[in-house]
């Protein structure tokens, strides 16, 4: 099909027609690149020569999403800071929903798994270790099966797999799990000091408490001669 041909489908597509096939991209796919969303948007008709064209029209699909308790989310990418947008459940925020998708052996090894990310340091864990977590379930689960199971959690963006083969939650764990980690590790889990967003890839104050997401820490110190902590009330020398 043409281009020309496209945006002249495009075009004719109804305003309700458009949210429509929003919402069934979302749906079926569940998570969209910034780029993917901007592409669909393009192929619905829909005006994007702004952020502001692409978030209210994102608003409008919430509105008619509210009543099914589902929500169109931005999430930043902790590492690189990539955008992506979820569709999140705005009632049930365990791993327990994610059943339909994964059998209760896959979701008590992601338990773990999320549990083990969380109460490292720097948010990782080695591949050995997490495959040594198929040891403690309660049902039986071969190290070659977990390894298709990890590689299918990360197609679905909700694991990260570096080249060292180190683990960390992607964009969509820590946007749609973002409750269920606070609810279930509130000792651990920690908020960036800068943009407020659950933090757990990022630079730590060797001085006191505060965590602070990469991406955020490139930009609060990218014109400064001398790093501190941001904390009014530490101002230790940073890193």
């Known amino acids: 099909m043409s281009a020309g041909s496209k945006a002249k489908m495009s075009s004719a597509i109804e305003p309700i027609d458009k949210r429509k096939i929003f919402m069934q991209c979302f749906l079926s796919k569940g998570i969209l690149s910034a780029t993917e969303v901007k592409e669909l948007l393009i192929f619905c008709g829909v005006p994007v020569e702004s952020k502001s064209d692409m978030a209210n029209f994102v608003l409008s699909v919430n509105a008619s999403l509210a009543p099914f308790h589902l929500e169109i989310k931005k999430g930043i990418q902790e590492d690189d800071g990539a955008s992506f947008y979820c569709l ?4 049930e925020s365990s791993i327990s929903r994610m059943s339909s998708t994964y059998s209760s052996t896959e979701l008590e090894l992601f338990k773990k798994l999320v549990e083990q990310i969380v109460e490292t340091d720097d948010g990782k864990l080695g591949s050995l270790a997490a495959l040594s977590l198929t040891e403690k379930l309660d049902k039986r689960m071969g190290k070659e099966e977990a390894e298709n199971f990890f590689d299918r959690l990360e197609r679905d963006k909700w694991i990260k797999k570096e080249l060292d083969g180190k683990i960390s939650l992607s964009v969509r764990s820590i946007v749609e799990l973002d409750q269920y980690l606070k609810d279930m590790y509130p000792d651990v889990i920690r908020i960036c000091y800068i943009c407020s967003k659950l933090c757990l890839l990022g630079e730590n104050c060797d001085s006191c408490t505060i965590k ?26 940073w890193g």
């Open 212 to 237: 602070i997401h990469k991406k955020c820490a490139r930009t609060l110190f990218e014109h400064c001669t001398e790093k501190r902590c941001p904390d009014k009330n530490c101002r230790s020398v």
């Open 88 to 91: 999140v459940n705005t009632v």
